[in-house]
């Protein structure tokens, strides 16, 4: 079947401006996550959904980031007020029950 | 102190040879261990996932872990250029929840 899918896959800003990232999880799967990957790093973790129990948010860096899901499906990241610093790949993640399987990521660019 | 630390290579390795990639971690409460490998601009692709000690074989890939020594490795037999990524380690506490990766390792295997 499909696997995750982000949109867009690009993304060109300017510093003040706000984006939204968008998540299309594998079907059926319960859980998602965002992360945050720099240039030549890891994966920052930054929040985690887990069916109708409240979000964890622990990873989210500044007030300026939120995300929502919409039931068991799509989840949006917005960033408001970006700045240079955003610039980063994000890859949303989802599982049923523990392997995470990751979408191809969205490369945020701040000017 | 990061809670994974994994060397950043990049390993470069002879076509046929054993890659040998490793992680450290301190938390003693991670029990679930993964291996991504990452293409160029593309998302962590899931490799391997170990629970708790021991050695866990599939195909080309075995996977290592020693709780004990708070030690992980990966090993890709007989390699192939197209075996040329960077492999990320992870690991958490529950078999849901956020992955604590580490940096990754750039690998490269010459024909």
């Known amino acids: 079947g499909a696997g995750v899918s982000q949109s867009p896959s690009n993304k060109v800003t300017e510093k003040g401006k706000d984006v939204e990232l968008r998540c299309d999880p594998i079907?059926?799967?319960?859980?998602l996550y965002w992360y945050r990957q720099r240039l030549g790093q890891g994966l920052e973790f930054l929040i985690y959904?887990?069916?109708?129990?409240?979000?964890?948010k622990s990873g989210l860096p500044s007030d300026r980031f939120s995300a929502e899901r919409t039931g068991e499906s799509v989840s949006t990241l917005t960033i408001q007020r970006t700045q240079q610093e955003d610039s980063a790949v994000y890859l949303c993640?989802?599982?049923?029950?523990?392997?995470?399987?990751f979408g191809p990521g969205t490369r945020l660019t701040v000017l | 102190q990061k809670e994974v630390e994994q060397d950043p290579g990049p390993l470069s390795v002879p076509e046929g040879a054993i890659v040998s990639l490793n992680c450290t971690y301190s938390?003693?409460?991670?029990?679930?261990f993964m291996w991504y490998r990452q293409y160029s601009r593309k998302g962590p692709e899931l490799l391997m996932y170990?629970?708790?000690?021991g050695n866990k074989e599939d195909g080309r890939f075995t996977a290592q872990v020693d709780k004990s020594s708070k030690y992980i490795s990966l090993f890709i037999r007989d390699s192939q250029p197209s075996d040329s990524a960077t492999y990320l380690c992870?690991?958490?506490?529950?078999?849901?929840?956020?992955?604590?990766f580490g940096a990754g390792t750039q690998v490269v295997v010459t024909p």
């Open positions: 993640a989802s599982s049923d029950p523990a392997l995470q399987f």
């Open positions: 079907s059926g799967h319960t859980a």
């Open positions: 959904f887990q069916g109708n129990s409240a979000p964890d």
């Open positions: 938390n003693s409460a991670f029990q679930y």
């Open positions: 170990t629970y708790s000690s």
């Open positions: 992870a690991m958490n506490t529950d078999s849901w929840g956020k992955l604590q």
